[in-house]
């Protein structure tokens, strides 16, 4: 008998049993278990046969044909696959629904207006930036991530950078050094432009020297822009890993997985005009815990390194950490040099040709104040 199968829509299309494959062979590919092709398609089979007493007539729903593969899957002793399966469906959900049942705006407003922390500094701009910022938070947390993402995110397990926006992480743009001031001027504007539409952050890529990166850095102010001689790749979403044990790992590669999906369905919607940088952008995972775990590199990701490291006692840190990152395959490295107080700007400026001399494959450092209080 030839099924037609009902999608979500309402549309209807032929069965094609080699989809059950696909789905089976992804949920055993997310616990990085090997299959035989064989026995998939024995489970596909077996999965055909548990749906056939559901349809009506030829026609059978693409629920009821998930609703199969899941217990086909448990029932041949493939219970982790199986969840794999379910927290695979439940994301696709997720991300399938992108509606936001978010809290009444009035009371937003209310509570926006009551928080004894604005006193003094209440402004419309501000107001209009915080509540944008609740929604879209709600909106990751309530309608794309599962619970076991949310808890793992609310104990610090690991953080999602700009936990508050819907744009990408951070846009790589290719530069020479502009030769005149209208030059400067265009650049500024396309900085401004990725900004404000697509990224949360900019990496300027050049070889070159670049005379003009103090101005440009003082113009956007903050970490908005950030330089790099080395090609680097556009950054879907960034996880910060504090916690090196359980499954924090491979939660944070699922909460970025999802995210990106969200950005990038976004993108083909038309939510960012003229960008398709996102679409073949990256996910990052960043190591900032004590020691970096073991891990599987993993296609579409990019791994790296951050930490502060104690001034006074930064080359015996150092030494430390290339003792520990070995038989890591990290893609960028980056230590942030904390001082008590205020370098002078010339010793500064010799720590960093000592440190970037002694540790070549380090791709950044940074001296900084430590924060007290």
């Known amino acids: 008998m ?52 559901k349809r009506d007539g030829n026609r059978i729903h693409v629920e009821q044909i998930q609703d199969s593969v899941e217990k086909v899957l448990s029932e041949s002793g493939y219970t982790e696959v199986s969840k794999a399966y379910i927290l695979y469906r439940k994301q696709r959900e997720n991300v399938r629904r992108l509606v936001t049942k978010m809290q009444d705006h009035s009371s937003l407003i209310a509570s926006y207006l009551s928080d004894e922390r604005h006193h003094g500094t209440w ?62 001027l265009d650049l500024i504007s396309t900085i401004d432009q990725a900004l404000r539409n697509c990224a949360g952050r900019i990496c300027l890529q050049t070889k070159e020297p670049f005379l003009c990166k103090e101005e440009i850095a003082a113009f956007f102010k903050g970490s908005a822009v950030r330089f790099a001689e080395n090609e680097t790749k556009n950054v879907c979403v ?29 993108a083909q919607a038309g939510f960012f005009p003229h960008e398709s940088s996102i679409c073949d952008s990256a996910a990052e995972i960043c190591f900032c815990t004590d020691h970096v775990p073991a891990f599987e590199k993993q296609p579409g990701f990019v791994y790296t390194r951050a930490k502060a490291l104690d001034g006074s006692q930064v080359f015996d840190q150092l030494d430390h950490e290339m003792q520990q990152l070995q038989g890591k395959e990290l893609d960028r490295i980056a230590y942030e040099i904390q001082f008590e107080g205020q370098a002078q700007k010339a010793a500064a400026e010799v720590l960093l040709q000592t440190l970037y001399s002694q540790y070549p494959f380090v791709n950044e450092f940074v001296i900084t104040t430590k924060q007290t209080g």
């Open 238 to 266: 960034r996880a910060e890993v504090f916690r090196e044990e359980g499954n924090t790992l491979e939660l944070a590669h699922r909460t970025v997985q999802v995210r990106r999906q969200v950005l990038v369905q976004l």
């Open 123 to 184: 402004s419309n701009a501000e107001m209009i930036r915080e509540i944008s910022a609740d929604l879209i938070r709600s909106f990751w947390n309530d309608e794309i991530y599962d619970e076991e993402i949310r808890n793992a995110l609310k104990e610090g397990q690991f953080r999602i950078c700009d936990p508050d926006s819907l744009l990408m992480y951070e846009k790589t743009i290719p530069v020479s050094g502009p030769d005149s001031l209208s030059q400067m």
């Open 2 to 53: 030839k099924y037609i199968v009902e999608k979500r829509d309402g549309a209807l299309v032929d069965f094609q049993i080699e989809k059950i494959c696909s789905v089976i062979k992804k949920a055993f590919g997310s616990l990085h278990k090997e299959w035989d092709d064989s026995v998939i398609e024995l489970l596909a089979l077996r999965v055909t046969a548990d749906f056939d007493s």
